[in-house]
């Protein structure tokens, strides 16, 4: 039998495993339930797919999203390994396929979205497989402490009462203490077991820059050093361009990259990058997973990320290689309100989410008591202007839709073109003859897909002018003329999300919201948002010391390269200032009566008095008759920002 050294030598060619790869393995390997938490670029995937090829029988892969396992998938299969993957974009026929061979055609690895758990077929055929390792990736969407909770997660737990006695390793990049309990509560543990590496990536500098001119600041960053490529994160996808352009007209080889281009020019964006022909991509939050490219020497995130568990997982993607790497956050006053705002908008009421589902049913044709487990494209440009709530409140209601169990979002990804037939048989012959060049289409069309009749039916047209030996263009022409006589209902390839209706078409009085959990919820993100707002606004202290504070990491020493760091270490008015500040914060943390601060002062600064004056003028102490209070950033733990 070959050991994890051999196979990692033989399919990734590396002599010695990353620190802890080879604990995890070990535990995965004999059988035991496995946390394993390693920062971003940590080799995660190793550690199951090792296992998942030393144990026999397949290893089922529950993953958030398709790009991610589309990589995998790829990356296993090119070492000459049997992978498979069912999602939404596979055809009902080849699921049923790739089915069989896990029961018999020596899969290994399967991928899944946590989504498919709650499939008849697929718990059916679970039941008869050789499981060998349950492996869940980014774990962290199952625990509602989490930032990108998900809750068909939480259905992972009922593979293990059909799988008995089949070990789970779990593996993410980004967990605080409450979520790495609750990870393994929800997972069904049989007993606790965290192998954890530090998240602290100590050869990535990071920098906060708080100013007005954004646009000014990213230009001199991105010219202050000529050597490897870069990540420019923006908030939306007009920026994405805008940045773009304006990197190039300084001759900075610049692309961009957001959901909204079409496959094929997402694909040859990112593929420029990777080459190296253009340094920088400016990109939405939709470019980087699964992504490993090792010369990414910065990452600057030009907007707000929604918490410091994202903003510290995008900037994770800097310095992969174990070079030097810088990560820099631009930010100003109305970046925090807009956020404020933005958050506001993304909890709509009860009524709103009502009225953003039943506009999506009704303008994707779907009646009460159809379209389960289907999934449909949606333009939600459209759908925000028809709903009349805008985006973010559209965008909100699709979430609270999702952690209801309704449906699941599909934010980035194009879904295939769907049809369904009205046409009644009696008047297919009058079609043909006034009409031929529809009638052949329709005709190949009924050849080429069965349940026409029933339900939307995902079509491609391509394959379909292939098949009629006709323009892809006039195609589209034939369905949309033949939609606007009543033939047939076209829901054309549009937009670059979808929505996979979990349940049926509900009646609106039917849709049973939790509005504890959303007000829950709603607190939560609250509290992340503070958090990521108490570590730009800290410039005491060690911007690493903060983040690793975050997650739950204690013994902590200062990186000596962040901004804060470099400020403290350069001496000056600057540094005294920071010594006196930490001073009065501690001070702080023992007294809260004035004249005991002001002795305790007077015996450490001989100018304590004009320290107290300048920390109260700018808002970093409060006083109030006799009692004094720190109002300035403090180093907060994760609980305390979240209560």
């Not at 398709?66 to 498979?84: C, F, N, P, V, W």
């Not at 509560?185 to 100590?202: H, M, T």
């Not at 600041?217 to 490897?228: I, K, N, P, R």
């Amino acid at each position: 039998m070959r050991t994890a050294s051999e196979i990692l030598y033989e399919h990734w060619g590396y002599a010695s495993f990353r620190p802890l790869q080879e604990d995890i393995i070990q535990e995965a390997s004999a059988g035991r339930d496995v946390l394993a938490l390693l920062p971003t670029g940590g080799g995660k995937s190793i550690c199951y797919q090792i296992p998942g090829i030393l144990r026999e029988g397949v290893t089922i892969v529950i993953s958030p999203l398709i790009a991610l396992m589309k990589d995998q998938l790829e990356g296993l299969r090119s070492k000459g390994i049997i992978a498979e993957t069912i999602s939404s974009q596979v055809h009902p026929s080849d699921i049923d396929r790739i089915l069989d061979n896990c029961i018999y055609g020596g899969v290994k690895f399967l991928f899944i979205a946590p989504e498919r758990i709650g499939n008849e077929l697929f718990m059916t055929r679970l039941n008869r497989m050789p499981v060998a390792l349950i492996a869940v990736d980014e774990a962290h969407c199952i625990s509602q402490w989490g930032h990108e909770f998900r809750p068909a997660y939480r259905r992972i737990a009922e593979i293990r009462e059909v799988c008995h006695g089949v070990p789970v390793i779990a593996l993410t990049a980004t967990a605080t203490p409450e979520v790495v309990d609750d990870i393994q509560d929800q997972l069904a543990f049989k007993e606790k077991n965290v192998i954890q590496g530090s998240f602290a990536r100590s050869n990535i500098s990071f920098q906060v820059r708080e100013t007005e001119d954004k646009r000014g600041v990213l230009l001199q960053e991105a010219t202050g050093s000529s050597e490897g490529s870069g990540i420019i994160y923006v908030r939306n996808r007009r920026k994405c361009r805008e940045l773009a352009e304006l990197l190039r007209s300084e001759g900075i080889p610049a692309g961009y990259y957001h959901a909204g281009l079409d496959t094929a020019t997402r694909t040859k964006a990112q593929d420029d990058w990777l080459k190296g022909t253009f340094r920088f991509m400016v990109a939405t939050n939709a470019f980087g997973m699964g992504i490993d490219k090792s010369d990414v020497r910065m990452v600057i995130h030009f907007d707000l990320s929604d918490s410091l568990e994202s903003y510290y997982q995008e900037a994770g993607r800097a310095g992969r290689d174990g070079r030097s790497a810088q990560a820099v956050q631009l930010f100003n006053e109305s970046d925090m309100m807009d956020v404020r705002k933005n958050l506001a908008r993304s909890y709509p009421q009860v009524d709103s989410v009502k009225k953003v589902y039943q506009v999506m049913s009704d303008r994707l044709g779907l009646a009460a008591g159809s379209g389960a487990e289907s999934t449909f494209g949606v333009d939600l440009v459209q759908l925000a202007k028809q709903s009349g709530l805008g985006m973010f409140s559209t965008l909100g209601a699709l979430k609270i839709l999702e952690q209801n169990g309704y449906i699941h979002l599909h934010k980035g990804l194009r879904e295939p073109s769907r049809v369904q037939l009205h046409l009644q048989q009696a008047r297919w012959s009058e079609l043909r003859q006034t009409d031929s060049e529809m009638g052949k289409l329709l005709q190949v069309l009924l050849r080429h897909r069965t349940n026409l009749y029933q339900s939307p039916v995902a079509i491609n047209e391509e394959q379909l002018a292939q098949a009629a030996k006709i323009p892809v263009k006039s195609v589209e022409l034939l369905l949309e003329q033949a939609e606007n006589r009543g033939i047939l209902t076209y829901h054309k390839r549009k937009g670059s999300s979808s929505v996979t209706y979990v349940l049926a078409r509900q009646y609106d009085r039917d849709l049973r919201l939790d509005t504890r959990a959303m007000q829950e919820m709603r607190q939560r993100t609250v509290g992340r948002q503070n958090a990521l707002f108490y570590y730009l606004k800290n410039e005491l202290d060690c911007r690493m010391v903060q983040i690793l504070r975050y997650f739950g990491e204690q013994s902590l020493d200062d990186c000596g390269k962040c901004d804060v760091c470099t400020k403290t270490s350069q001496g000056g008015k600057g540094q005294q200032r920071i010594e006196m500040l930490l001073k009065l914060r501690d001070a702080l943390a023992e007294e809260q009566d004035v004249e005991s601060i002001r002795s305790t002062l007077a015996a450490q600064m001989p100018d304590h008095e004009k320290v107290l004056r300048w920390a109260v003028d700018k808002g970093y102490v409060g006083i109030e008759g006799k009692d004094i209070r720190w109002t300035g950033p403090r180093l907060a733990t994760q609980k305390a920002v979240i209560q």
